[in-house]
């Protein structure tokens, strides 16, 4: 059974699902021949998959996020960038080396996608070259309809090299410096945001990523604000952006992260219960705190709430570890942690990313000796979960 046959049987993630079961045996828009192709609607997205591969995924405006196509991954950033992983089997483990493309191959993958997914409009409508195949009835699953599923694919391919330019240009408007959230907020339903300071100029920056997030507003679950070294009043003007952020609509409901840059100078004041007590209007507190491990000296304020917390630890070279090392000991301010709160690792260095999962394991062990509850978890290189 291919990906494509037990997805539409068990795809249970996917609300609205279709199989194209194709009469002969054509060639796609690769070249290469598929038999059927299933397409799959989920909360934050579509999902195509033609047998085992190519595998295309795409955000709720027709912007493709993730694709597979001879046994490696590409991976579209919000900007517009394109970065290529392979799978290599190494005596450590499974090793993901990763790089950016440069704009020439990056057009090559942007032509490859649609190609693709021409080809599978062509298919829709000459009737007589698929076979359209319903989920099964589960009463969850409703089927996908055609003219669905060609309005979806219109919508891809109007996002040509022209509307890509400008979603590039949007991106800049929205984003005046390049937000870098800790791996487990590179999700789809992760919106990262900037904390900038002047009220007028954070409204403005709100303006700009609702233009350019559109309908994937709707997927969003979680907020990540970003707090750089633009927010230097402690406490006034953190809660004063939690306020004006909590009257956007689409913010209701959401879990807001704050997250903490290295060069921040609210690492040297913040304090989670000034921030509770300047804006006890807001319904819940932040869902969870990101800071820099090498700022553990602060924990015992970190810890003067019930949020939990992530130690964050980017590891620019292996050397790095023996911040962590040193505070692997009984005593350690690291024994404050609870269940959960996690100690989160990742490298900068594609080359080093095998190296640092093995390394992070013993670290594990050593946590676990010493009774303590919180996790050391790894992160490969960029995480990027379309899913």
């Known amino acids: 059974m291919t990906e494509a046959e037990a997805l539409l049987i068990h795809g249970a993630l996917y609300r609205s699902r279709a199989g194209l079961r194709f009469h002969s045996t054509p060639s796609s828009g690769e070249g290469n021949p598929v038999s059927m192709v299933f397409a799959g609607l989920k909360s934050n997205g579509v999902s195509i998959y033609c047998d085992d591969a190519p595998i295309l995924h795409f955000d709720l405006d027709g912007?493709?996020?993730?694709a597979y196509f001879d046994e490696s991954h590409y991976l579209r950033s919000w900007d517009g960038s394109i970065e290529r992983v392979d799978?290599?089997?190494?005596?450590?483990?499974?090793?993901?080396?990763?790089?950016?493309?440069?704009?020439?191959?990056a057009a090559v993958v942007e032509n490859r996608v649609e190609r693709l997914v021409q080809f599978l409009r062509d298919a829709l409508?000459?009737?007589n070259r698929v076979t359209w195949i319903a989920p099964p009835q589960d009463g969850r699953t409703q089927p996908w309809e055609?003219?669905?599923?060609?309005g979806f694919l219109d919508r891809v391919l109007a996002f040509d090299s022209q509307a890509r330019a400008e979603s590039a240009r949007a991106y800049q408007r929205a984003y005046p410096r390049r937000p870098e959230p800790p791996p487990e907020l590179r999700v789809a339903t992760a919106l990262p945001i900037l904390a900038i300071a002047d009220p007028n100029r954070f409204q403005?920056?709100?303006?700009?990523?609702e233009a350019f997030w559109s309908a994937r507003l709707e997927a969003i679950r979680t907020?990540?604000?970003?707090?750089?070294?633009?927010?230097?009043?402690?406490?006034?003007?953190?809660?004063?952006?939690?306020?004006?952020?909590?009257?956007?609509?689409?913010?209701r409901g959401?879990?807001?992260?704050?997250?903490?840059?290295?060069?921040?100078?609210?690492?040297?004041?913040?304090?989670?219960?000034?921030?509770?007590?300047?804006h006890p209007d807001r319904a819940n507190p932040p869902a969870r705190l990101h800071w820099p491990l090498e700022r553990i000296d602060r924990i015992s304020v970190l810890k003067s709430s019930d949020i939990p917390i992530s130690l964050?630890?980017?590891?620019?070279?292996?050397?790095?570890?023996?911040?962590?090392?040193?505070?692997?000991?009984?005593?350690?301010?690291?024994?404050?942690?609870?269940?959960?709160?996690?100690?989160?690792?990742?490298?900068?260095?594609?080359?080093?990313?095998?190296?640092?999962?093995?390394?992070?394991?013993?670290?594990?062990?050593?946590?676990?000796?010493?009774?303590?509850?919180?996790?050391?978890?790894?992160?490969?290189l960029g995480t990027d979960d379309r899913e």
């Open 125 to 127: 409508t000459q009737n």
């Open 223 to 251: 907020l990540a604000l970003m707090v750089g070294s633009d927010v230097t009043d402690a406490p006034p003007h953190l809660a004063g952006l939690l306020a004006i952020l909590n009257q956007r609509p689409w913010s």
């Open 63 to 66: 912007r493709w996020t993730r």
């Open 204 to 209: 403005d920056h709100l303006d700009q990523l």
């Open 87 to 105: 799978r290599r089997r190494e005596a450590s483990g499974l090793d993901l080396p990763r790089r950016r493309l440069d704009e020439d191959e």
């Open 146 to 150: 055609r003219d669905q599923l060609l």
């Open 254 to 278: 959401r879990a807001v992260h704050l997250v903490f840059d290295a060069d921040s100078q609210a690492l040297n004041w913040f304090d989670p219960t000034d921030l509770i007590a300047a």
């Open 312 to 380: 964050n630890a980017k590891l620019n070279d292996l050397d790095a570890l023996a911040r962590l090392d040193a505070l692997i000991h009984p005593g350690s301010p690291l024994a404050r942690l609870d269940s959960r709160d996690r100690i989160a690792c990742w490298t900068s260095r594609p080359e080093w990313d095998a190296e640092l999962r093995h390394a992070l394991a013993t670290r594990r062990e050593r946590i676990r000796s010493l009774g303590w509850l919180a996790r050391c978890v790894h992160y490969p």
